[in-house]
């Protein structure tokens, strides 16, 4: 008799992902990979929209709107005129956010699809792999 053991990632208190195949790859690797240059290049994002924002680059332009939520958006209320406390500058901080993110959605667009076509076929032959290994 063989016992065979999994390590569990947590993702809450109730769920979490089990593993039972070696060589797995991340869904964050897969899709942008790490935040090295090398990585970043064979990222799915890259291979399939090269043109595309980088995920880095991403998360530099949401980093600048939250600077913006600083800074910005006390200058807009007073370049207005509006010097109350919320209105035109929580205005300003939304309207911030939502173009930037309009923004990265038309150069950072989606290639989850390609996840099951790249990796499918691996996953089959290996996970046959390990059945017949368990049965040995």
């Excluded at 790490?34 to 949401?62: G, I, M, V, W």
């Excluded at 919320?86 to 038309?106: D, H, M, N, P, Q």
Aim: glycine content about 6%; aromatic content about 12%.
């Amino acid at each position: 008799m063989r016992i065979r053991t999994y390590n569990v990632l947590a993702m809450t208190p109730q769920a979490g992902l089990i593993e039972f195949v070696d060589d797995t790859v991340s869904l964050g690797g897969y899709l942008y990979g790490s935040l090295n240059a090398e990585d970043e290049a064979r990222s799915a994002h890259y291979r399939f929209h090269p043109e595309d924002y980088l995920f880095k680059t991403c998360l530099q332009e949401l980093s600048d709107a939250s600077k913006y939520d600083q800074s910005g958006a006390k200058s807009a209320a007073k370049a207005s005129g509006n010097n109350n406390k919320g209105g035109s500058a929580t205005t300003a901080v939304y309207a911030k956010r939502l173009e930037t993110f309009l923004k990265i959605k038309k150069r950072f667009r989606p290639v989850f699809r390609h996840f099951v076509r790249d990796y499918a076929s691996c996953w089959t032959k290996k996970r046959k792999r390990s059945h017949m290994m368990e049965k040995d």
